[in-house]
Nanobody
Framework: QVQLVESGGGLVQAGGSLRLSCAASGSIFSINAMGWYRQAPGKQRELVAVITSGGSTNYADSVKGRFTISRDNAKNTVYLQMNSLNPEDTAVYYC??????????????WGQGTQVTVSS
């Protein structure tokens, strides 16, 4: 059994910062890419940022220069540092990870989501 547990969401004023964390636990053999997605009310879920096991990163254009994704492989944890937040960043943020379990089966896992609300 593999779990992703997110933390760090909340309410912040425009221009503020938040840091999201997502820890993977359970029967983990290895983790490939880890990423963050978000879904605003009435909108589709969209990719925010992704980081490979080697540390390569990719960002949505809307967050480039403001958000930074990082990971601690020893802790099986991915982070999202969000700066200069604006109301358009309001959404539920979901962690995603490509994990190979001890049976060597690889699949994608999702966290439960954490709410980020940015007030104007």
């Amino acid at each position: 059994q593999v779990q992703l547990v997110e933390s760090g969401g909340g309410l912040v004023q425009a221009g503020g910062s938040l840091r999201l964390s997502c820890a993977a636990s359970g029967s983990i053999f290895s983790i490939n890419a880890m990423g963050w997605y978000r879904q605003a009310p009435g909108k589709q879920r969209e990719l925010v940022a992704v980081i490979t096991s080697g540390g390569s990163t990719n960002y949505a254009d809307s967050v480039k220069g403001r958000f930074t994704i990082s990971r601690d492989n020893a802790k099986n944890t991915v982070y999202l540092q969000m700066n200069s937040l604006n109301p358009e960043d309001t959404a539920v943020y979901y962690c995603n990870a490509e994990i190979r379990d001890w049976k060597l089966v690889m699949r994608g896992y999702w966290g439960q989501g954490t709410q980020v609300t940015v007030s104007s």
